[in-house]
């Protein structure tokens, strides 16, 4: 057994102790913000917290994560309230998401380290690649989240996760709620 502590939670993993942590946190424990993406520790999608240090986990073992504390972007916040969730949002520097929880991961290492990096050395410290390119909004994203961590700006919320059925068909008027089985075949509103 290799025991760590995830997400603040001590967690045994009966697994080879070579395994990927990758691997481990998304199929054993059921983590699966960060992604597989190259493999080999390119592409940053993998990105957690060991320590407080952005490591890509596919390339940490679970023999080498035994005993430290690792964070994960589902550890980060749950409610989306870290700065640098509400500053990627309100900066969109998110498309299609995949690289996402890795940049955030980066960059929350990054801003407790340094809560006022310049532009460049934001681009030294987030080396994760994003097919979408978000990367001069990212910069702008993650200067503004260290501002919202020294309290020198506020952001409003970024919505929580999910979204009630009924609120959705209030906001998209094209869309019902149905409240029982058999109105699904209804054509009457």
């Known amino acids: 057994m290799t025991a760590m502590t995830v997400n603040d939670r001590p967690v045994d993993f009966d697994m080879d102790p070579d395994t990927p942590l990758l691997f481990a946190l ?19 999608a993998c ?14 073992t679970l023999a080498e994560a035994e005993g430290r504390f690792i964070t994960t972007i589902e550890g980060l916040s749950r409610d989306r309230s870290h700065p640098v969730q509400q500053a990627l949002v309100a900066e ?10 890795g ?11 340094n809560p006022e990096p310049s532009a460049e050395q934001i ?27 020294r309290r020198r700006e506020r952001i409003s919320a970024a919505p929580a996760p999910g979204i009630d ?25």
Do not use: H, W
């Not at 990105?47 to 940490?60: F, I, K, P, T, W």
């Not at 390119?133 to 989240?145: E, H």
């Open 123 to 149: 681009r030294e410290a987030i080396p994760n690649l994003c097919r979408c390119g978000v990367y001069p909004r990212l910069v702008r994203a993650i200067q503004r989240a260290g501002r919202v961590a």
């Open 165 to 189: 059925p009924a609120d959705a068909a209030r906001a998209v008027p094209g869309m019902r709620v149905v409240d029982r089985p058999d109105d699904l075949g209804s054509s009457e509103p």
């Open 92 to 101: 969109q520097a998110i498309q299609c998401g995949f690289c996402t929880p």
């Open 47 to 60: 990105m957690v917290l060991v320590d407080g240090e952005a490591l890509r986990s596919c390339l940490v």
């Open 26 to 44: 998304r199929e054993a424990a059921n983590l699966t913000g960060a992604k597989y993406g190259c493999g080999v520790g390119d592409c940053g």
């Open 103 to 113: 940049i955030a991961i980066a960059a929350a290492a990054l801003l407790r380290r």
